[in-house]
């Protein structure tokens, strides 16, 4: 196990920690953005609002009879599919639907700060109770997701132009990273989400 996850960091300093930065900073961007041009633009908050809190009753995810343990099973359940599809994305030789996806992900996070400043709530409560404990590491499981993906397509233009290139040796890297890194991130913060998390939000708002 050691010797594990001594190789990924050592993979993760080599191959993708610069897309790792950058696919970061596009999420930052898209929720920091999007909360700015809420705040100029306030007739729309509720509308999107309404259509953040929608994805999630359809996913089932607000039901208020459901346990702790089956919220955190649908959390993770939720967030490691949306997670294996910014990872696939790379498949696609191409960067932009990973940037799309990532930066819409931030943009739901401005969207929810938005509301709260428009209705005159306080943001730091929500996010030091609500979104830190377990988007520490979520976020960057999601985040880590879209750099494996930048690293897929590189090794897929770099077959392009070059069949000798080893693309297996990429995928197979890629895949391992994935499943030892991102997965345990993503069950960590489900059960903090169901388990912490309302207990801290019911503390502090």
């Given at each position: 196990m050691k010797n594990l996850y001594t190789s990924q960091w050592r993979f993760?300093?080599?191959?993708?920690?610069?897309?790792?930065?950058?696919?970061?900073?596009?999420?930052?961007?898209?929720?920091f953005s999007t909360y700015l041009l809420l705040l100029n633009?306030?007739?729309?908050?509720?509308?999107?609002?309404?259509?953040?809190?929608?994805?999630?009753?359809?996913?089932?995810?607000?039901?208020?009879?459901?346990?702790s343990g089956e919220i955190a099973l649908k959390l993770f359940t939720?967030?490691?599919?949306?997670?294996?599809f910014v990872f696939l994305t790379g498949f696609i030789p191409i960067f932009i639907p990973t940037l799309l996806i990532m930066g819409l992900n931030g943009a739901m996070i401005g969207v929810l700060f938005a509301y709260i400043k428009v209705n005159g709530g306080l943001i730091a409560p929500m996010f030091f109770a609500g979104i830190l404990p377990h988007g520490i590491f979520?976020?960057?499981?999601?985040?880590?997701?879209?750099?494996?993906?930048?690293?897929i397509?590189?090794?897929?233009?770099?077959?392009?132009?070059?069949?000798?290139?080893?693309?297996?040796?990429?995928?197979?890297n890629a895949f391992v990273s994935f499943l030892s890194i991102c997965v345990p991130l993503l069950i960590i913060a489900a059960i903090i989400?169901?388990?912490?998390?309302?207990i801290l939000l019911e503390q502090f708002m």
């Amino acid at each position: 196990m050691k010797n594990l996850y001594t190789s990924q960091w050592r993979f993760f300093k080599n191959d993708y920690w610069k897309s790792f930065l950058g696919i970061f900073f596009v999420f930052i961007l898209g929720g920091f953005s999007t909360y700015l041009l809420l705040l100029n633009n306030t007739a729309i908050i509720d509308e999107l609002m309404g259509q953040v809190v929608s994805i999630f009753e359809e996913k089932n995810m607000l039901e208020p009879e459901l346990t702790s343990g089956e919220i955190a099973l649908k959390l993770f359940t939720n967030n490691f599919l949306a997670s294996l599809f910014v990872f696939l994305t790379g498949f696609i030789p191409i960067f932009i639907p990973t940037l799309l996806i990532m930066g819409l992900n931030g943009a739901m996070i401005g969207v929810l700060f938005a509301y709260i400043k428009v209705n005159g709530g306080l943001i730091a409560p929500m996010f030091f109770a609500g979104i830190l404990p377990h988007g520490i590491f979520e976020i960057p499981a999601l985040v880590m997701a879209g750099a494996l993906a930048f690293y897929i397509s590189k090794g897929l233009i770099k077959k392009l132009s070059r069949t000798e290139f080893r693309m297996q040796f990429v995928v197979k890297n890629a895949f391992v990273s994935f499943l030892s890194i991102c997965v345990p991130l993503l069950i960590i913060a489900a059960i903090i989400e169901a388990f912490i998390t309302p207990i801290l939000l019911e503390q502090f708002m």
